[in-house]
């Protein structure tokens, strides 16, 4: 059964941190690219960070370049996205997505909120 599970989402003050975490399962995640989405309520979900399936090459929307990072450990079937610098528009949920040519899969998100 394929599944990608979000973890580490929750309430921050702005200005903090969160590292998410994707764990992925039920196919080789090592093939894909793996990517972060977000979506904002009443707003389309948009990409914020992609990385290769080696990891050799991240992509960082430029709304979260400088502040976040995403990395992954193939070892470990998980990607991670490390988000510094927490604003109130960082609110949203974030969403896991692996993707090969042709397929690709979504996790649940996890909710994260900024605010004081």
């Known amino acids: 059964q394929v599944q990608l599970v979000e973890s580490g989402g929750g309430l921050v003050q702005p200005g903090g941190s969160l590292r998410l975490s994707c764990a992925a399962s039920?196919?080789?995640?090592?093939?894909?690219?793996m990517s972060w989405y977000r979506q904002a309520p009443g707003k389309e979900r948009v990409v914020v960070a992609s990385?290769?399936?080696?990891?050799?090459?991240?992509y960082i929307a430029e709304f979260v370049k400088g502040r976040f990072t995403i990395s992954r450990d193939n070892a470990k079937n998980t990607v991670y996205l490390q988000m510094n610098s927490l604003k109130a528009e960082d609110t949203a949920v974030y969403y896991c997505?692996?993707?090969?040519?042709?397929?690709?899969?979504w996790g649940q998100g996890t909710q994260v909120t900024v605010s004081s």
């Open positions: 990385i290769t399936s080696a990891g050799s090459s991240t």
């Open positions: 039920g196919f080789t995640s090592s093939k894909y690219s």
């Open positions: 997505n692996a993707r090969v040519p042709g397929l690709e899969y």
